[in-house]
Nanobody
Framework: QVQLVESGGGLVQPGGSLRLSCAAS????????MTWYRRAPGKQLELVAT???????TYADSVKGRFTISRDNAKKTVSLQMNSLKAEYTAVYYC?????????WGQGTQVTVSP
């Protein structure tokens, strides 16, 4: 089975930055469109950003200009650079493939934005 491990979360003040990383157990990052999702308290899972196998990216309107998704196929990792963080961005962040046929979800990494 494909294993995904998210890391890099933590407590940060509003306006601060964090860089999240997602490590895959296989070379799926080389061929799949990969994504970052988040689940805020009391809310549904939200698609935050995507990056295709060729490097094309998309972002949710709420994070455009603040978040940057990237991938390192050699290291089998997908990263999310988060700048200008807002309290509303507080959530557990997950990585996975895009669309149907998602891999088994990892544990996610908690991001808490608070003074």
């Amino acid at each position: 089975q494909v294993q995904l491990v998210e890391s890099g979360g933590g407590l940060v003040q509003p306006g601060g930055s964090l860089r999240l990383s997602c490590a895959a157990s296989v070379n799926m990052s080389n061929v799949y469109t990969m994504t970052w999702y988040r689940r805020a308290p009391g809310k549904q899972l939200e698609l935050v950003a995507t990056i295709s196998s060729s490097g094309d990216t998309t972002y949710a309107d709420s994070v455009k200009g603040r978040f940057t998704i990237s991938r390192d196929n050699a290291k089998k990792t997908v990263s999310l650079q988060m700048n200008s963080l807002k309290a509303e961005y507080t959530a557990v962040y997950y990585c996975n493939r895009y669309g149907t046929g998602s891999f088994r979800w990892g544990q996610g990494t908690q991001v808490t934005v608070s003074p």
